[in-house]
């Protein structure tokens, strides 16, 4: 695991559930703050956390399972994920790009509703 990944965990750690297991943590890009951003999304359990750096902070943004609608492999080893942002009235993408790691222990499959 990279220096980012523990920090960026560690920084999670109060958003998350005591009893929630990281299932994966991958890079990609996200529309979750308007435009497509550079992301890193941690699958847990119960919800999908977009990680996405804005200037000097990094926002948060939590998908309940329940909110993601489809989850459509684009290329071998590209994703990308549909979810409704109910806050905003609008449905949001992200691209998930596993082909620098290829599909580690099959994190697609563990994305889909």
Do not use: C
């Not at 309940?64 to 806050?87: L, M």
């Amino acid at each position: 695991m990279r220096f980012w990944d523990r920090t960026l965990l560690r920084g999670l750690r109060s958003h998350l559930p005591e009893d929630a297991n990281v299932i994966a943590l991958e890079r990609g890009t996200a529309d979750a703050l308007g435009e497509m951003r550079k992301t890193t999304a941690v699958l847990t359990d119960d919800s999908l956390l977009l990680a996405t750096s804005a200037r000097a902070k990094t926002v948060l943004t939590v998908v309940p399972r329940r909110d993601i609608r489809s989850v459509k492999e684009v290329e071998e080893h590209v994703a990308t994920i549909r979810f409704d942002d109910y806050a905003h009235a609008r449905a949001r993408v992200i691209q998930l790009d596993l082909k620098k790691y290829g599909d580690r222990e099959g994190n697609i499959a563990k994305i889909r509703p």
